[in-house]
């Protein structure tokens, strides 16, 4: 006889699954995992060769079984036929009610389940794709490295990883498992199947003229283009959750998957088709940055920055196909591919791409080296010897993740921050030396370097990207993007960078050219002058962008001052460092125009006399506002982002747009300085007075180093420079460099 819980397991386990939920099921089989959670632990038998490797067989049973599997060896040179899976270990993030934002698992919480008769505990991620696919009748063997790797011996660990490569390969298919599936999750599989091969138009944004109509009649017109945008709001943004599954960002998920032979992608119970991903990545951004709604929410500038992550979701499977047909990676190119995904272990950034290189990982190290032993490796083997000086430039501003790192070498975990200037598409420099072979040496963590000495930084302005991303969350919170110039120090407002330039007069006397056309070109690195478009039209440009851009921040500025209630309605926390910013926004006014009035009247003749600065921002404010001042203008644009939403149907939004996308791609991270000679220039964000402008032989750009105190000839790197005037002009500055050996530590 039954007696208990025993009588009802009998009698669920023979109720359909029709009549019964999976979490009532999952509630019983974890009543009987208890039985076997304490008892005898699954030991590995020691694998016969370094070929060798094991697979598991899951056995068939009910929701409310506990998962039991048979382990088994076999040897990849007899080519078994096996499937494997790739996922990662812990769960993905989870959205809290309490919190409103995303969260991680805090409690990492292990399953029991039977191998060989014996307990193993596996994470949950790896519990719920073997719970579904015993629901799927999986009769292949399956790779799973959780199970099949001995994970508490090192040495095996070394040697399976070794062959990673080849048991994927192997495997006549990869399971790609992307999570349970939720209600939330169903509904965006929905929508991205059923999105049309061609883009849908943009749901309209009411014109200039539309918005000058009253507040009424703009408020139903508001309410009917929104109430439409609703459900496409949700949509799209459960389809966020789906693209940002922790798969897509993990290191070893990438060679799993560009290497496999075949692959699916399951969600839960349902198979992902590549084509809806695909449309989804590359559709998901623009949405939200046209959106009315999420324009009014300000949600449109918030998921701007994650464009470059979510658009490459749709080039992955373009990209699997290259490497099916042979493609591997440059060292540069693995570099930049690599830097944005995570790993738990800092060196499989290296390890996990091995078969993904030409030149494969670095031989001189293996797993059992540190993660800095590896990135040296992977510098000193493989990056430099391909790319020569050049990998100056992809090393970045920021401060080495990896402790001791040599300023001179890339950091994996580290994005490049800021972008190379060549890959930008600036001038480059056309070095005054004659490329001669030993031009640099490499001694164990220091590089020896020909060089030239150019000028030395005298005096450094903040950065102008602040004034485009002084109101996103990610440059003002996160401790990995925090601007050092967002307002929070006294000698960081905005604006006083004009000082520095007021200091240079009208005239830019390294060029003769006016200074606030030096500033503009500065500004995008000189990209200008390798146009076809006159000066007069790229002025233009930049009068047109720098001229919104003010209006902008005056709109946001006297939104927070008038209403800061309405920040509670926002999708982000409150924005404490916007504060000191509202509170000397009087100063930064009178900085602007200070400015403005000494080099407004110094354009070119040519120039139409309605071009000037300060006219056009009149201009602007005026079609935007109705008047010169927004607390005249009683009208309805409250926010930088409605603002935005404004533009985009007046002429000059194009040209807002042109000069403001040149000027991201180039500015990210960098910010102004004068030197000793006059030269105005940019360079990353950790340039301080004091730092030398130098020439490399072989470099086609300068660098800015600074000098270790107490070491003569040791500097450590700073970063890449654009100084307008010397890189066309290096003719004139040959006389006063001086080529020195100098060593960077």
Request: one cysteine or more; a neutral charge.
């Amino acid at each position: 006889m039954f007696k208990g819980t025993d009588l009802l397991k009998a009698k669920l386990g023979e109720v359909s699954a029709k009549t019964i939920s999976l979490g009532g099921k999952g509630y019983l089989r974890g009543r009987n995992e208890q039985k076997i959670k304490f008892q005898e632990e699954f030991a590995y038998p020691r694998l016969s060769s370094p070929r060798c490797i094991r697979l598991l067989k899951i056995h068939a049973g009910k929701d409310i079984d506990v998962i039991c599997c048979d382990v088994f060896e076999v040897d990849l040179d007899k080519k078994p036929s096996f499937e494997a899976l790739s996922y990662t270990w812990d769960l993905d993030l989870q959205w809290s009610m309490m919190k409103l934002e995303a969260v991680e698992d805090t409690k990492k919480e292990e399953r029991p389940i039977l191998c060989n008769g014996k307990t193993h505990h596996v994470t949950m991620n790896l519990y719920h794709a073997l719970t579904e696919l015993r629901r799927q009748k999986m009769e292949t063997p399956l790779w799973a490295d959780q199970i099949c790797i001995n994970q508490h011996d090192s040495d095996e660990k070394v040697a399976q990883l070794a062959i990673m490569v080849d048991i994927f390969r192997s495997a006549t298919r990869v399971t790609i498992w992307l999570g349970k599936l939720n209600m939330l999750r169903n509904n965006a599989l929905d929508y991205m199947e059923a999105l049309p091969d061609e883009p849908l138009p943009p749901i309209r944004i009411p014109s200039n003229s539309e918005a000058t109509m009253s507040k009424l009649t703009f408020s139903i017109e508001a309410v009917t283009s929104w109430s439409s945008s609703v459900g496409e709001s949700f949509h799209w943004l459960s389809v966020l959750f789906v693209l940002a599954r922790q798969w897509f960002q993990r290191a070893w998920t990438l060679q799993e998957f560009l290497l496999a032979t075949d692959f699916r992608i399951l969600m839960g119970a349902r198979e992902i088709s590549p084509q809806a991903i695909n449309k989804a990545a590359s559709r998901v951004i623009d949405f939200f940055a046209t959106d009315p709604l999420s324009t009014h929410m300000g949600v449109n500038v918030s998921f701007l920055t994650l464009r470059r992550f979510i658009q490459g979701r749709a080039t992955l499977f373009d990209e699997r196909e290259k490497f099916q047909q042979g493609k591997r990676y440059s060292a540069e190119e693995y570099l930049g591919v690599i830097r944005v995904r995570r790993a738990t272990e800092m060196k499989d950034k290296v390890i996990a791409g091995s078969a993904l290189l030409k030149q494969y990982a670095p031989s001189s190290t293996d797993y059992r080296s540190t993660t800095l032993e590896i990135y040296i490796s992977y510098a000193v083997e493989c990056l430099w010897p391909e790319t020569g000086i050049f990998s100056l430039s992809l090393v970045g501003g920021g401060e080495p993740h990896t402790e001791g790192l040599p300023s001179w070498m890339p950091d994996l975990d580290s994005l490049l921050r800021p972008e190379s200037l060549r890959n930008c598409g600036c001038p480059v420099f056309k070095t005054p030396f004659l490329s001669e072979r030993g031009d640099f040496t490499i001694d164990n963590k220091t590089l020896h370097l020909r060089i030239a000495k150019c000028d030395i930084i005298k005096e450094v302005g903040e950065s102008i990207w602040s004034w485009t991303r002084y109101d996103e969350e990610a440059y003002n919170s996160h401790k990995r993007f925090k601007m050092r110039t967002s307002g929070s120090e006294t000698n960081e407002r905005f604006g006083l960078m004009f000082s520095l330039l007021n200091k240079l007069g009208t005239t830019y006397a390294p060029t003769g050219e006016h200074t606030i056309d030096v500033f503009w070109q500065t500004l995008i690195g000189g990209i200008n002058s390798k146009s076809k478009d006159n000066i007069s039209l790229w002025r233009t440009r930049f009068q047109q962008w720098f001229a919104f851009t003010l209006v902008s921040i005056r709109s946001n500025f006297y939104t927070e001052k008038k209403d800061a209630t309405k920040r509670l309605m926002r999708i982000s926390s409150p924005k404490k460092w916007m504060v000191p910013l509202i509170a000397d926004q009087d100063r930064l006014e009178e900085r602007v125009f200070s400015f403005l009035d000494l080099h407004d009247t110094h354009m070119d003749s040519a120039t139409p006399s309605d071009s000037s600065l300060q006219k056009t921002i009149s201009h602007i404010t005026k079609r935007l506002w109705g008047t010169e001042r927004i607390e005249d203008s009683g009208f309805w644009k409250e926010s930088a982002a409605e603002l935005l939403s404004a533009v985009r149907s007046e002429e000059f939004y194009s040209s807002i747009s042109f000069f403001g996308q040149h000027f991201e791609s180039i500015y990210d991270g960098r910010r102004i300085f004068v030197s000793e000679k006059g030269y105005l220039g940019t360079g990353v964000e950790g340039v301080r007075v004091g730092d030398l402008i130098v020439f490399v032989v072989g470099g086609d750009v300068p660098y800015v180093l600074r000098p270790v105190e107490d070491r003569e000839n040791t500097y450590t790197l700073v970063g890449e420079a654009y100084v307008h005037g010397i890189m066309s002009g290096e003719k004139e500055v040959m006389g006063e460099l001086k080529v020195e050996s100098v060593r960077i530590m």
